[in-house]
């Protein structure tokens, strides 16, 4: 168990509540200050805050003094505990990644093509046939998680052939990710376009977290072109007893019944799947039934937890290894 503390000697707070995903609680004056313990079983890191109310019973959040901060746009700062065997990835020292970006207007089935980001790596010619990464909430995993830089490291290890990276973003995720059936076709017609300026070896692979996640295991099951499918903490949701806090979602209910397909029909080809999820978030459990649903169907599924919740820095940190051997033995299998 860990406690974490807000120190409150002159008692300015009537109240202290750790704000902190499925552990926020209410924290326990003690020894001036304010405490609450959290079981760290499946936690190797823990973003958090303090959210106080004085006796005026104004609200507002803290960061705790004693621990080091992560910024988490759009939604605010936060505190990070971190376990004493918690370590950053390796390739994160890596050099700075070689490559360009270019901006793309592609082709769509939506009121608007789609813009997306393609990254390169150095001496990657725009005629030499390569592999594809089609990354939804791009520019989070370019910013965030830094997934050009581990792409980088990845090529010029030798682990990964040199690939691009489409980096797509979704000006109405929300609706857009979430069983929308025109987003799934505009992707597919934006490959279609991308193809022809950029030669694809085949077996492309695409993926995403939480509602990215989704829609990229829709893509996989629809696409004969998708030979990799990599998911983060979809959000495969369902219509179960302990599902019923997402039931408020605007789009709930067509993804419960998108769930219940890719977990039941027969895929009309097989692409390989892997997939993440943080031990600690609420969404691990549905995750866990999707892949055994699937590879009860005869597919392929790769799935790993780690010790986290539903943030980018779990999804950086649980790229490797499911990610690479992923894309290894999808592409290199077909030279």
Same mark, same amino acid.
């Given at each position: 168990m860990v406690t974490l503390r807000l120190d409150d000697p002159d008692r300015r707070w009537t109240s202290v509540r750790l704000d902190a995903g499925p552990f926020s609680g209410p924290a326990r004056r003690r020894a001036g200050g304010w405490e609450r313990t959290v079981d760290e079983t499946h936690l190797v890191r823990l973003e958090y805050n303090f959210e106080v109310t004085d006796p005026r019973g104004r609200r507002r959040y803290l960061l705790d003094p004693h621990a080091p901060t992560i910024g988490n746009p759009p939604y605010g700062d936060k505190s990070v505990w971190q376990r004493a065997d918690y370590r950053e990835p390796g390739w994160l020292r890596a050099a700075d990644p070689k490559g360009r970006l270019r901006r793309l207007e592609l082709p769509s089935h939506l009121a608007?093509?789609?813009?997306?980001?393609? !990254?390169?790596?150095?001496?990657?010619? +725009?005629? *030499?046939?390569?592999?594809?990464? !089609?990354?939804?909430?791009?520019?989070?995993? #370019?910013?965030?998680a830094q997934l050009s830089r581990w792409a980088a490291h990845h090529v010029g290890t030798g682990l990964l052939p040199p690939f691009r990276i489409v980096y797509a973003d979704a000006p109405r995720r929300m609706q857009w990710y $979430?069983? $929308?059936?025109?987003? /799934?076709?505009?992707? #597919?017609?934006?490959?279609?376009?991308?193809?022809?300026?950029?030669?694809t070896t085949p077996r492309i692979a695409v993926m995403g977290a939480s509602l990215g996640g989704l829609t990229s295991m829709?893509?996989?099951?629809?696409? /004969?072109?998708?030979?990799?499918? =990599?998911?983060?903490?979809? $959000? =495969? =949701?369902? *219509?179960?007893?302990? +599902? *019923?806090?997402?039931?408020?979602? *605007? !789009?709930?209910? #067509?993804?419960? #019944?998108?769930?219940?397909?890719?977990?039941?029909?027969?895929?009309?080809?097989?692409?390989?799947?892997?997939?993440?999820?943080?031990?600690?978030?609420?969404?691990?459990?549905?995750?866990?039934?999707?892949?055994?649903?699937?590879?009860?169907?005869?597919?392929?599924?790769? =799935?790993?937890?780690? /010790?986290?919740?539903?943030?980018?820095?779990? !999804?950086? +940190?649980?790229? +490797?290894?499911?990610l690479s051997t992923l894309l290894r033995d999808t592409w290199i299998a077909v030279g």
């Open positions: 608007q093509p789609l813009a997306v980001d393609l !990254w390169v790596p150095r001496g990657l010619s +725009d005629r *030499r046939p390569a592999p594809l990464l !089609w990354v939804h909430d791009g520019t989070d995993y #370019r910013e965030r $979430s069983g $929308s059936e025109r987003y /799934p076709r505009s992707v #597919r017609c934006a490959l279609t376009a991308l193809q022809e300026q950029y030669p829709v893509l996989g099951a629809r696409d /004969p072109r998708i030979g990799a499918v =990599f998911s983060q903490s979809g $959000s =495969f =949701f369902t *219509r179960l007893a302990h +599902d *019923r806090d997402n039931s408020g979602f *605007r !789009w709930y209910a #067509r993804i419960t #019944r998108l769930v219940d397909v890719l977990g039941t029909a027969p895929a009309a080809h097989r692409p390989l799947i892997g997939m993440r999820c943080g031990e600690a978030e609420g969404n691990y459990r549905n995750n866990l039934r999707l892949a055994q649903r699937l590879e009860a169907n005869g597919a392929d599924v790769r =799935f790993v937890g780690h /010790p986290d919740l539903h943030n980018w820095t779990c !999804w950086r +940190d649980s790229l +490797d290894p499911t």
